[in-house]
Nanobody, 129 residues
Framework: QERLVESGGGFVQAGGSLQLSCTVS????????MGWFRQAPGKGDRNLVAVSDMSGGTTSYGESVKGRFTISRHTTFLNAAYLQMDALKPEDTANYFC????????????????????WGQGTQVTVAP
């Protein structure tokens, strides 16, 4: 089965930027939606950060990241997605999981983990005050 491979996490000062990347490990495989969830330290729940449809024309963001984070899809290979994170805050510190859906998602419940059947291992983002 294909795996999602994340990269780009790391340590940054508040106000800085990072870009996360997510690709499929093996053959070209187009996902209907790709995005990220995050899990803050000591928290059990994972929350939607951003998700994009296949074309990049439809996106959804978590309220706390709107206006600061931007999700995009690779223009040629629909099995890659990127998350540009600007104006980072300490509260953005979390483990970020790439997610993907091999079937059409229900956009009214796009924040539900069950909509995604592929999950990456996670990449840590730490934002210092």
């Amino acid at each position: 089965q294909e795996r999602l491979v994340e990269s780009g996490g790391g340590f940054v000062q508040a106000g800085g930027s990072l870009q996360l990347s997510c690709t499929v490990s093996r053959r070209a495989f187009s996902f209907y939606a790709m995005g990220w969830f995050r899990q803050a330290p000591g928290k059990g729940d994972r929350n939607l950060v951003a998700v994009s449809d296949m074309s990049g024309g439809t996106t959804s963001y978590g309220e706390s990241v709107k206006g600061r984070f931007t999700i995009s899809r690779h223009t040629t290979f629909l099995n890659a997605a990127y998350l540009q994170m600007d104006a980072l805050k300490p509260e953005d510190t979390a483990n970020y999981f790439c997610v993907a859906a091999s079937k059409p998602v229900v956009w009214s419940i796009v924040g539900a983990e069950d909509e995604y059947d592929y999950w990456g291992q996670g990449t840590q983002v730490t934002v210092a005050p």
